[in-house]
């Protein structure tokens, strides 16, 4: 385990992380990643795991890089031309970033939600149907039915659409997309889920229904969610990465980060003194 040496300069020029970035059991592991926009470094040489089936929660103040990680772990950066990573990105082990990986395999492996819910101008079913057809995941009518109803099932949604799944995903509230947004993420039966401030455009009850979502997603799924609300990561991470100008400061456990953090940057964020 990386110990603090205590002054904050000391930390950030050494680029050490306090607290251990190793899970027991990770699903992804990332070591001394480096990204850079043309030439301005947004990430800078940070080594983290995603344990299996928990949620890590990624915090920091506004620009620290934190969707700039995320985006790397299902190499949604690759649609960014002038955007450039590097270091070592496994997922159960395989380089994520080999030349033989395939980018749309592995965002079926690694999916992700966005801020802003965006459900295709297309029926209910057909939002969720979309990915396992593509994906040639049923070759039946009555598979593919399946697939669909137990999707919604896990996102909690089913019960409020199953008399009009013909009816358009863009018709639904704000929460309601973005659970059919989890859905058709998790019909193409994802090992991580990956969660930019899910529930940033929803309202207080839209956001309680999907934190109680995530919470159970994780019994199926490993998942990373960026958060700006350091509530939403207390209620519903187990483990807390703060970032701070492109450096990982600080991992550990939630309850630890948020009751008794070692570095004096994290501390400074969770008592609200900047961010
Ligand atoms: P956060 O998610 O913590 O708010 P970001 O990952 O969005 O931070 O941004 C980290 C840094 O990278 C910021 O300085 C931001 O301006 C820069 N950045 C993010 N996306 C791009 C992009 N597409 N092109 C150039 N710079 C970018």
Avoid at 220 to 228: D, L
Wanted: proline fraction near 4%; hydrophobic fraction near 40%; aromatic fraction near 6%.
């Amino acid at each position: 385990m990386n110990k603090s040496t205590g002054s904050i300069t000391d930390n950030l020029d050494t680029e050490k992380t306090v607290g251990n970035v190793f899970a027991d059991d990770a699903k992804m592991s990332m070591r001394n990643v480096n990204v850079f926009y043309s030439d301005k470094q947004a990430i800078k040489n940070v080594s983290l795991d995603l344990a299996r089936n928990q949620v890590t929660a990624l915090i920091g103040p506004s620009g620290c890089g934190k969707s700039t990680f995320l985006r790397c772990l299902n190499r949604m950066n690759d649609t960014i031309d002038i955007c450039r990573v590097e270091g070592s990105l496994l997922l159960d082990g395989d380089d994520i970033y080999h030349k033989k990986m395939d980018p749309v395999l592995l965002r079926a492996r690694v999916g992700m939600v966005f801020q802003k819910p965006n459900p295709f101008p297309k029926s209910i079913f057909d939002n969720v149907a979309y990915g396992p057809k593509i994906h040639g995941l049923a070759t039946h009518k009555d598979d593919l039915e399946e697939i669909v109803v137990t999707s919604l099932q896990r996102a909690g949604l089913f019960e409020e659409v199953k008399d009009r799944l013909n009816a358009s995903g863009t018709g639904l509230s704000g929460g309601q997309q973005q659970r059919l947004c989890i859905a058709r993420t998790i019909a193409v039966s994802p090992e991580v889920i990956l969660m930019d401030e899910p529930a940033s455009a929803l309202d207080p009850i839209a956001t309680a229904v999907i934190e109680e979502l995530i919470d159970e997603l994780k019994e199926k799924y490993t998942i990373a969610i960026v958060t700006h609300s350091m509530q939403q990561a207390a209620r519903i991470s187990q483990t807390t990465a703060y970032f701070h100008m492109g450096n990982l400061v600080e991992v550990g456990l939630t309850d630890q980060i948020f009751t008794n953090p070692a570095h004096k940057l994290t501390e400074n964020y969770i008592t609200g003194r900047f961010g």
